[in-house]
């Protein structure tokens, strides 16, 4: 509808421009009655259009009034070309040259089956031969052989347009359904799966789908994400993304299907906004907290909690609601069936590492989530990360060794003692000396009197933000720094002569 709107929009602009541009061309002046139709033709196809595209009608209405518009055309092309007609061959050649422009376009734009091509290109050229019957008489035999055979030529090669179109935009649409869920644009990717935007068919619910890559599909790989899905189907606090939904693609590929989240990571908030104030890093980090808590309670611990992994939302009016993700590094603190987490290898991100998940990966608890957390309020509140270095091996030693400054150094500013204390506190070397667990964590956060912001202040902040980012290109979500070194094997290294 909209092609054929632009098309007729685009011979009033011929009619005004050419004759102006050469003395050979006059201006067709039209008799009243084709005139009236002309302008009609264009009013029914601008509101068809407006109506199509705001209105919503479903699939049939759509075919519906598209073999109408079509139909309609033709019989307006023949009525048009018989008006203009000088000699007995132009009214009837021009007409079908008309219906030819009009099939091919419509071959090549809009879906449609073998047989509804064939049938709305057939009707086409029947209402013009209908039209222009006494011109056609008129003909001799060879002429009106070749009006027929072009015409009849041209329904069989626009049948044939639309069947491959058809057919590949058919194999186009099945490949981007999973299941219940149809995908769209491709929202992120790590190493250990890509997000693509998706929609569930039925309830039209806007959903995320994480699709394990096939080149990444080995047993080990499988058994970690189906293990994901496992783990982070059990919770359910509010600040934890939800699983709605998870199962195998025809051809073996794994996906599961979550809550579709609309904001921005920690990392992105930071690049945009830079370091934070204090209540508002007090308020994000309590949510994160509370998340972790659950996941702890259930003897879940994430060992990949960072910027990257926490997103901050506009949920239900709710400004600043927090989204703990990706869990596909979950550890079974608590053995609850079969444990995949790979033996003796550092999994996690360095700049977010505890000390203990770097010399005895397979012994972190609840702790190593603490310093993770307590290392993305320091980057909250400076804009750095605790340590910086320019070698994974570096980052790992300062993690080990170093102490870290206070975060009101790096920040350039006064930071409350209580946030400031907590944050070093939860980024001591030994687990004994932080927070138990995302429980204590949280305990600790709510009991600080911070104040500075509101829900007032965090409403004008999405307002704005919603403003800023409309018609922006999408930030990629996608965070695929993390470490997996094998230390088992490192280490053998080391002591080979």
Known sequence: MQVLLVIDVAAYVSDFVVPRLTDAVQPVALAEPFLYLRWTVTALLASGWLWARFASPTRAVLIGLESAVTLGLSVVYGLLSLAFSTTPVTGPAFAVLGVLLLLVVRSALIPSPVIRTVVVGLTSFGLVAALSREELAALDATTLDGLIFMSLAFVVATAVTSHVIYGLRRQVRDAMRLGQYELGRKLGEGGMGVVYQATHLMLRRPTAVKLLPTDAAA??????????????????HPNSVRIYDYGRTPQGQFYYAMEYLDGVTLSQLVELDGPLGDARVAHILTQAAHSLAEAHALGLVHRDVKPANIMLCDRGRIPDTVKVLDFGLVKVSEEIGDEITQTNTVLGTPQYMSPEAIT??????????????????YYLLTGQHVFEGKTVVEICARHLHDAPERPSTPAGRPIDPDLEALILECLEKDPEGRPADGASLAERLERLDLSGWSVERARAWWDGFAETREGAEPADASSPTQLAVDVHGRRAERSAP
């Open 219 to 236: 047993a080990e790989t499988v058994a970690r994400f189906e293990r994901e899905v496992r783990q982070t189907s059990r919770l359910e």
């Open 360 to 377: 005895d990966p397979d012994g972190v608890g609840p702790g190593a989530d603490v310093y993770a957390l307590g290392a993305v309020g």
